[in-house]
């Protein structure tokens, strides 16, 4: 069998662990034969089942296999950032999607710059995220408003006041009119709605958030990070007393 062979049974396995053992073969059985291309797509099914399997910093290890390969960057960038991530490791998490950004075509460019803006939140690098957004912004067609709606969480988080931000509640209007609303959206829905003060919609999103992503194993490892602010706002929630009427009050009830 050929490394090519040996892809397309990892591809169309319903199991990571077996499709990782399809891509061992590969590698393995045919190592003089596979070119870079398919060495990082064998590669790629090794670290998601590492990640499926929670062993993050052999994801990462990986990751950097593929990355020194030194084709499909696009590819082999957004693994090792969505690695660094889930390790913490926010900066350099901002630098590979970047670089991923920068060999990605048109259609995903906004995606990669998202994800930029995402770590450098998490590094507490306000104005490098907000810059980052506003590229996501300028390259997006149909995922705006999320990204819009993210950097209000950003200025939220960075000092300023629901109050300061004029437009809150038409960003989360958009926001929950749109496809994006939905997913990631909900985490960042949420997390708008209790700045905001309306407690009940907060905690919709939030619930919907957790449900969807805590059981997959995939999603719970990758999304570790949001999943416990979600928690962590769903308990403070809980505590806080009601707040005083919110810009957010006018916003069209959730959808889905």
Aim: aromatic residues 6%; glycine residues 8%; proline residues 4%.
């Amino acid at each position: 069998m050929s490394a090519d062979d040996y892809l397309r049974l990892a591809l169309h396995t319903g199991s990571p662990d077996a499709a990782a053992v399809y891509a061992e073969k590969g590698l393995r059985y045919a190592s003089d034969r596979v070119d870079a291309e398919t060495r990082v797509l064998l590669l790629r099914e090794i670290y998601r089942s590492h990640l499926y399997a929670r062993r993050v910093r052999s994801a990462h290890a990986v990751a950097r296999k593929m990355v020194r390969l030194g084709v499909a960057q696009e590819i082999a960038h957004v693994d090792l950032g969505r690695a660094c991530s889930t390790l913490g490791w926010w900066m350099r998490a901002a630098q590979s999607y970047r670089i991923a950004a920068r060999n990605a075509p048109a259609s995903r460019r906004a995606l990669h710059w998202f994800s930029v803006g995402i770590a450098l939140h998490h590094a507490e690098q306000t104005e490098e995220s907000l810059s980052a957004l506003d590229r996501a912004v300028r390259w997006s067609i149909s995922t705006r408003s999320l990204h819009r709606a993210y950097a209000a969480l950003v200025r939220l988080d960075g000092g300023e006041l629901a109050s300061d931000i004029e437009d809150l509640a038409q960003l989360i209007g958009d926001l929950e009119g749109a496809r994006c609303g939905e997913g990631y959206g909900r985490f960042v829905l949420g997390l708008l709605h209790a700045a905001g003060g309306d407690r009940g919609r907060a905690r919709r999103h939030l619930v919907i958030f957790i449900r969807r992503n805590q059981l997959d194993p995939m999603r719970a490892v990758t999304l570790s990070h949001e999943l416990r602010r979600a928690r962590l706002c769903l308990r403070s929630l809980r505590k806080a007393p009601v707040p005083p009427s919110s810009p957010t009050t006018s916003s069209p009830p959730a959808t889905g």
